[in-house]
């Protein structure tokens, strides 16, 4: 890599945040809205962005599309004193370019996504990044290459050896935070207990303080229709589980000063209504798609993927890898965007 130009080069004190983009899926969406978010000045004023993924992919992306390929650039020379270029390359995962198909992820595909998310974990923990903004990756692919992970929470987890750990999607409408994750909805009641729904309130308690500056206006929904109509329409959840996490979480905040305002259970239809969300910092929703639906129906462009209760910052888009939109131009960048924003801001 030849030496950036004075102009080009960026100070190597730690005045703007260092972020690792892994750009997700190779086939998917997320390398082009990588390498665009990437070559944005209003980008690269703010932070400096580093892209984690295979370059042979990248590179022939960039000549296809016309868009800016990064300088590669090493860990070593992360680790190093400076001067670094406006944006850069980490060269991360083996993809070769005689058997990929833009649109059709494989197991070297997922092996790739995989071991970018695993650098950036990594290095960010090691103080070579500030912050990690995840591409979308197909987990599929994770699972036909034996990674032993479903996704990109449950691997960070482990990698920062968190237990205390939820999702939160957030986005200029609403922001949610989800009990259970990745469960099938058949198995949902049996995964909610009274200490993980305890967490959820507690962590995206603490993410919408920190965020506002103030106590913060905490709706928790109900898992059943109606809230359970007093036990007609439900096995009694919201008496035996939802709202003992609640009365947990109230003693926290008494006996800790804090004065925040929880309501609920709350029926799943009505929260998220214009009235609901106007007296609303965070939804904390029993499962997957209770939160996801109206989070992305409200801001499918802009949302953003937080993973709260981790030692790091880490953000990423809130869509998948679209391959049927994969290398054509097409995608939208918005939420790439808006995860880079959020995590600049958390890194502050």
């Not at 990929?100 to 995989?114: D, Q």
């Not at 008496?239 to 259970?265: F, K, S, Y």
């Not at 129906?297 to 391959?323: C, E, K, Q, W, Y």
């Given at each position: 890599?030849?030496d950036?130009?004075?102009?080009?080069a960026?100070?190597a004190?730690?005045d703007k945040p260092?972020?690792?983009?892994?750009?997700?899926?190779?086939?998917?969406?997320?390398?082009?809205?990588?390498?665009?978010?990437?070559?944005?000045?209003?980008?690269?004023?703010?932070?400096?962005?580093?892209?984690?993924?295979?370059?042979?992919?990248?590179g022939?992306?960039a000549?296809?599309?016309?868009?800016?390929l990064?300088?590669?650039?090493?860990?070593?020379?992360?680790a190093?004193?400076?001067?670094y270029?406006?944006?850069?390359?980490?060269?991360?995962g083996?993809?070769?370019?005689e058997?990929?198909?833009?649109?059709?992820?494989?197991?070297?595909?997922?092996?790739?996504?995989?071991?970018a998310?695993?650098?950036?974990?990594?290095?960010t923990?090691?103080g070579?990044?500030?912050?990690?903004?995840?591409?979308?990756i197909?987990?599929?692919?994770?699972h036909?290459?034996?990674?032993?992970?479903?996704?990109?929470?449950?691997l960070?987890?482990?990698?920062t050896q968190?237990?205390?750990?939820?999702?939160?999607?957030s986005?200029?409408?609403?922001?949610t935070?989800?009990?259970?994750?990745?469960v099938?909805?058949?198995?949902?009641?049996?995964?909610l207990?009274?200490?993980?729904?305890?967490?959820?309130?507690?962590l995206?308690?603490?993410?919408?303080?920190?965020?506002?500056?103030?106590?913060?206006r905490?709706?928790?929904?109900?898992?059943?229709?109606?809230?359970?109509?007093?036990?007609?329409?439900?096995?009694?959840?919201?008496?035996t589980l939802i709202?003992?996490?609640?009365?947990?979480?109230?003693?926290?905040?008494?006996a800790?000063?804090?004065?925040?305002?929880?309501?609920?259970?709350v029926?799943p239809d009505?929260?998220?209504?214009?009235?609901?969300?106007d007296?609303?910092?965070v939804?904390?929703?029993?499962?997957h798609?209770?939160?996801?639906?109206?989070?992305?129906?409200?801001?499918?462009?802009?949302?953003v993927?937080?993973?709260?209760g981790?030692?790091?910052?880490?953000?990423?888009v809130d869509?998948?890898?679209?391959?049927d939109?994969?290398w054509?131009?097409?995608a939208?960048?918005?939420s790439?965007?808006?995860?880079i924003?959020?995590?600049?801001?958390?890194?502050?």
């Amino acid at each position: 890599m030849s030496d950036p130009s004075p102009s080009e080069a960026v100070s190597a004190r730690r005045d703007k945040p260092r972020l690792a983009i892994t750009v997700g899926d190779a086939a998917g969406v997320g390398p082009e809205l990588a390498l665009a978010c990437a070559a944005e000045a209003s980008v690269r004023s703010r932070c400096l962005p580093i892209l984690v993924g295979p370059a042979v992919i990248l590179g022939k992306l960039a000549a296809m599309r016309d868009l800016e390929l990064p300088p590669k650039v090493t860990i070593e020379q992360l680790a190093g004193a400076g001067p670094y270029p406006p944006s850069g390359l980490v060269d991360c995962g083996d993809v070769p370019l005689e058997s990929f198909v833009p649109g059709k992820f494989s197991r070297k595909t997922g092996l790739a996504s995989f071991a970018a998310v695993d650098v950036a974990i990594s290095q960010t923990l090691a103080g070579n990044f500030d912050a990690i903004v995840t591409g979308p990756i197909q987990k599929e692919a994770w699972h036909a290459a034996g990674t032993g992970y479903l996704g990109h929470t449950e691997l960070l987890a482990d990698r920062t050896q968190t237990t205390d750990f939820c999702m939160m999607l957030s986005g200029p409408a609403c922001s949610t935070v989800l009990a259970t994750i990745h469960v099938p909805l058949a198995d949902v009641i049996a995964s909610l207990s009274v200490d993980q729904i305890a967490r959820a309130i507690r962590l995206g308690g603490s993410a919408m303080e920190k965020r506002f500056g103030r106590p913060p206006r905490i709706t928790v929904l109900a898992l059943n229709p109606h809230a359970g109509e007093s036990g007609l329409l439900s096995h009694g959840e919201e008496e035996t589980l939802i709202r003992p996490a609640m009365e947990l979480i109230a003693q926290e905040c008494e006996a800790e000063n804090r004065d925040w305002h929880l309501v609920g259970p709350v029926p799943p239809d009505t929260a998220f209504t214009p009235a609901m969300r106007d007296q609303t910092d965070v939804h904390i929703c029993m499962y997957h798609d209770q939160g996801l639906i109206p989070l992305k129906a409200l801001s499918f462009d802009d949302a953003v993927n937080i993973t709260l209760g981790l030692p790091i910052v880490r953000t990423s888009v809130d869509h998948g890898t679209a391959m049927d939109l994969a290398w054509k131009g097409t995608a939208s960048a918005n939420s790439m965007r808006s995860a880079i924003d959020r995590a600049i801001e958390l890194c502050r």
